[in-house]
């Protein structure tokens, strides 16, 4: 099993910077790449950005494109989402998830980041 651990969530003002991040623990070799999935109040999970431990390719959602920055410390099985200039919308409880071969086997227990406008 792999076990994640979140932090760096918190209320901040719309436009301001926060960096949350994810320490993995476990059996992380069976850990393909980390995904950032957030969950707003009265919405789906929304796919938010994820990052290979090998070469460190990311992905994003559209959204965050420009604003938000993933990137990780293979030494210390971490990851990182830097999100700048942060809107109201992206209120809601951050999640990283950790991808095996077909699909996101493992997840932390969340963050919460509030932006006040």
């Known amino acids: 099993q792999v076990q994640l651990v979140e932090s760096g969530g918190g209320l901040v003002q719309a436009g301001d910077s926060l960096r949350l991040s994810c320490a993995a623990s476990?059996?992380?070799?069976?850990?393909?790449?980390m995904g950032w999935i957030r969950q707003a109040p009265g919405k789906e999970r929304e796919f938010v950005a994820a990052i290979s431990w090998s070469d460190g390719s990311t992905y994003y959602e559209d959204s965050v494109k420009g604003r938000f920055t993933a990137s990780r410390d293979n030494a210390k099985n971490t990851v990182y989402l830097s999100m700048n200039s942060l809107k109201p919308e992206d209120t809601a409880v951050y999640y990283c998830?950790?991808?095996?071969?077909?699909?996101?086997?493992?997840w932390g227990q969340g963050t919460q980041v509030i932006v006040s406008s």
């Open positions: 998830a950790s991808r095996g071969q077909f699909k996101y086997d493992y």
């Open positions: 476990g059996r992380t070799s069976s850990s393909y790449a």
